[in-house]
């Protein structure tokens, strides 16, 4: 299918993601998420747990992340629909249990580990909350915990990690990228077609390009200029080729999709998820023609539309389309364009003459492929077809961009032709949030990015430091200590809420012991105190509470209520997003979001902490 983009889209069936609660639940989409797939040391202590009949004792961990990546003020939590899947299916094989057998460091383990606890082990001890997939999540405030016993609860922590940190890296790197893609002024307004500027632009110099600034101050005039038609550039992920391995790269596609990505170039993720794919083309491909002679015997249908609905006409109608081509060149004297380039563009023309859109930037942006383009888009039009676009991988973006949106805007008025004010800038090449700001900020006329290497390889962070901490063993709190303020565990098991105010907008999470029978409660007053500086703590009146997780895994009955779709999870995403105080998103020094802990968590992590730190004696 055509998407709204002008790019290629194709859509297949989903294969078993969005399972329901009544179906069963599919199996990890990467066939490496097996129990194996840890650490040695999960094995090793299992082993100790074991030998020394631990690990029955109940126990209950928690996974979290210490700090925000990006440098900003939230994350995304992603990951958890291929947690329960493994979860769903954790069972050693017999392959893998010979195996460990004749791992080195395990051979003098005594046979009944193997053939009686790890042969067993499956999950049905175990039981899971966690925050809803797509969740803002902020520092401290778990993502998921776990209840088990103490040998299982522990052989899954590394398998856990890895399956959210990164997906919730990626999810809001993308999430991050396409807030700044969005830009702030950019708002989507009904309308048909902008002005146009009957003065010739002679390329002037960057700084004082006559469209430089042009969507920002419509946008900020009021009245009389509603008609226009503006439209928030959208984000595709082009980064499989760069991403880090298979899993890597299918990882990016999907989490980046989650996270507000309009489409992938992956194709695989396309048939597995369900999502929209879409691609151009590459500058090898203009480069293999090198003459027009190669196209002049390609032909096209005309496609005219009857009674309102597009119909082709027969074969033997068929047009060549390099005269036509031909012709324009010469009335408009742009003899002087790249003949294979062109030759290239009535190649794909004719390949994809619904969905037209070129690379431009294979020898000269604006004296070639801006006119070469401008040349197959007249000819297809004259056949009845709707160009699409154009995509820029070099150079100055916020310049070619504006310029080549002009100069649409001029062949607009010049051939009457209404579809240059629809065509999509795709614009690629390196860009990273910084340079989303960046254009934002000098203007530009780019409807949709290309983001491939930053995106997938989070090259701003590379990784998000989720941890997984146990927090309590026979149903004790346990408390980890470190000279790191950041690092000292809140001990005990505890329940997440989240607290709204007024205007509709999360004011902070609070962290409450579960046994504490005092909870936060819309309309009420509740003190919210930071868990370890004492003077620092605020009142909230809360107009609406949420508690934070849900039973999403009960070793019984597998998962509990099945698994969302990724699109669902999208748009959980960017209602979210939606709702957010402005400062919370921004890139400079974004607002700090409160993670606090209730009066009585306050005392409690306090009392624990003293009684766990040894007095030191001077003399
Ligand atoms: N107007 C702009 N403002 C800020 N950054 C930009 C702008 N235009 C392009 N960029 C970014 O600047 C960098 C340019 O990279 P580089 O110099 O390697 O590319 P190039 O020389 O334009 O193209 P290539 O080397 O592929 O021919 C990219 O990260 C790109 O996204
Ligand atoms: O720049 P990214 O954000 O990673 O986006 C993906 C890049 O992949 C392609 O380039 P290609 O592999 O042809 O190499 P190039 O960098 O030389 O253009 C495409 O033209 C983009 O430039
Ligand atoms: O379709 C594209 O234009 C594309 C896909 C992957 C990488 N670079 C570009
Ligand atoms: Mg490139």
Redesign the pocket.
């Known amino acids: 299918m055509s998407g709204p983009s002008g790019l290629t889209f194709a859509m297949e069936d989903a294969a078993g993601i969005t399972a329901s609660a009544a179906k069963p639940v599919p199996t990890p989409s990467n066939n490496l998420v097996t129990p194996l797939l840890t650490d040695l040391y999960q094995i090793t202590m299992a082993y100790a747990y074991w030998k020394t009949n631990q690990h029955l004792r109940p126990a209950h961990f928690e996974l979290f992340f210490r700090k925000n990546p990006f440098g900003g003020s939230y994350t995304l939590f992603a990951g958890l629909d291929e947690v329960l899947k493994f979860l769903a299916h954790f069972r050693f094989s017999e392959d893998d249990i010979r195996f460990l057998r004749n791992t080195p460091q395990l051979s003098h383990c005594e046979p009944a580990f193997f053939d009686d606890y790890l042969s067993n082990l499956d999950c049905s001890d175990v039981v899971v909350h966690a925050m809803r997939e797509g969740s803002m999540a902020f520092p401290r405030v778990p993502l998921i915990t776990v209840t088990a016993p103490l040998g299982i609860g522990n052989l899954i922590e590394t398998t856990l990690l890895t399956l959210v940190n990164y997906p919730s890296l990626v999810a809001t790197n993308a999430c991050r990228m396409v807030v700044a893609a969005r830009g702030q002024f950019w708002e989507e307004t009904a309308g048909s077609s902008p002005p146009l500027r009957t003065s010739k632009s002679s390329s002037p110099p ?1 700084s004082s390009h006559p469209h430089s600034g042009f969507r920002k101050s419509i946008q900020m005039t009021e009245g009389g200029m509603t008609d226009i038609r503006l439209r928030k550039p959208k984000c595709v992920e082009f980064g499989l080729r760069r991403a880090q391995g298979p899993d890597g790269g299918f990882s990016a596609s999907k989490y980046s999709y989650l996270g507000g990505f309009h489409a992938t170039s992956n194709v695989l993720a396309g048939k597995m998820l369900d999502m929209p794919i879409a691609g151009t083309h590459a500058h090898s491909f203009v480069q293999s023609y090198t003459s027009l002679e190669l196209v002049e015997g390609a032909k096209l249908k005309p496609f005219r539309p009857a009674a309102g609905i597009g119909v082709e006409t027969k074969d033997e109608e068929m047009v060549l389309l390099l005269p036509i081509v031909l012709k324009y060149r010469h009335d408009l004297g742009w003899e002087e364009t790249n003949d294979g380039e062109l030759a290239a563009f009535v190649g794909y023309a004719v390949s994809f003459p619904n969905s037209f859109l070129c690379l431009i ?1 294979t020898y000269d942006t604006l004296q070639s492929g801006l006119r070469n383009f401008i040349l197959v888009s007249l000819a297809l039009n004259d056949l009845g077809y709707t160009p699409r676009g154009i995509r820029l ?8 961009s504006l310029e080549c949106e002009y100069v649409f805007h001029e062949m607009a008025e010049r051939c009457q032709r209404g579809f240059f004010y629809d065509l999509d800038i795709v ?6 949030e ?2 989303l700001n ?2 934002n900020k ?1 203007g ?1 006329a780019i409807t949709m990015f290309g983001i491939g290497t930053n995106l997938v390889t989070c090259q701003a962070q590379p990784a998000l430091g989720c941890v997984y901490k146990l927090v309590e063993v026979d149903e004790q709190p346990r408390i980890k200590l470190s000279n790191d303020l950041e690092k000292v565990l809140i001990p005990g098991r505890k329940v997440a809420y989240r607290l709204f105010g007024e205007a509709g907008w999360p004011l902070l999470d609070l962290l409450v012991c579960r046994n504490e029978t005092n909870r936060p409660t819309a309309g009420e007053r509740v003190l919210c105190r930071h868990p370890f500086i004492e003077q620092k703590r605020v009142a909230v009146v809360p107009s609406r509470v949420v508690q934070l997780h849900s039973l999403v895994f009960d070793g019984k009955n597998g998962v509990v209520s099945g698994l969302p779709s990724v699109e669902e999870t999208r748009q959980f995403v960017n209602d979210q997003i939606n709702h957010t105080r402005a400062d919370l998103l921004r890139y400079m020094n974004p607002g700090e979001y409160k993670v606090s802990v209730s009066e009585n968590t306050f005392h409690f992590l306090h009392q624990l902490w003293q009684n766990e730190t040894p007095v030191r004696e001077l003399r």
């Open positions: 960057r930037d991988d070099s150079g100055d973006l916020s310049y070619l614009a690629s090449n390196d860009i990273n910084s340079v960046s254009l000098q530009h």
